[in-house]
């Protein structure tokens, strides 16, 4: 039950809290790595687009946005060389998006900078405390947990 010194706002607000430091670290290590312009919405595209390539319309789905919105961010990250347009060998009328061998290598470093802040966190509030943190949010939350349409519903 929410309490006056715990209404039920603050859960959201410090999981979204927590969330951003996660995220503004991962970035700023990210730029350090050789990644500057990396943005938070890049990651889940990058996801989404995924090892074997997707077309922009699928993309989009993926996202949760509009083919075209999918499209201006792909346009940004094929200029930044972190994807690429390619046709596809099963329909030449398609056009494919791929990850370039830099979408790979920031994919991979944000694996490894995920695991060091893991380790910080867990520095600071114990390893059991943040494995009982993971287990809880385990529970709450819908099995489907890692969705890509965050994106979209952000926007939307």
Known sequence: MATPDRPGFV????????????????HAELARQG??????????VLQAVGAAGTTASDLGQRLGVSKQAAGKTVDRLVALGYLE????PADARRKLVRMTAKGHDGLRRSAVVFDELR????????????AAIEDDLGRM???DVFRLDVPGWFGG
Do not use: C, K, N
Not at 35 to 44: D, Q, S
Not at 119 to 130: I, M
């Open 11 to 26: 859960l959201p607000l410090l999981l979204l809290a927590g969330f951003r430091t996660l995220i503004d670290d991962l």
């Open 35 to 44: 990644h500057p312009e990396l943005r938070p919405a890049h990651g889940f």
């Open 85 to 88: 347009r390619a046709d596809d």
């Open 119 to 130: 380790d910080r966190w867990a520095a600071t509030l114990g390893p059991e405390r943040v």
């Open 141 to 143: 939350v819908p099995s």
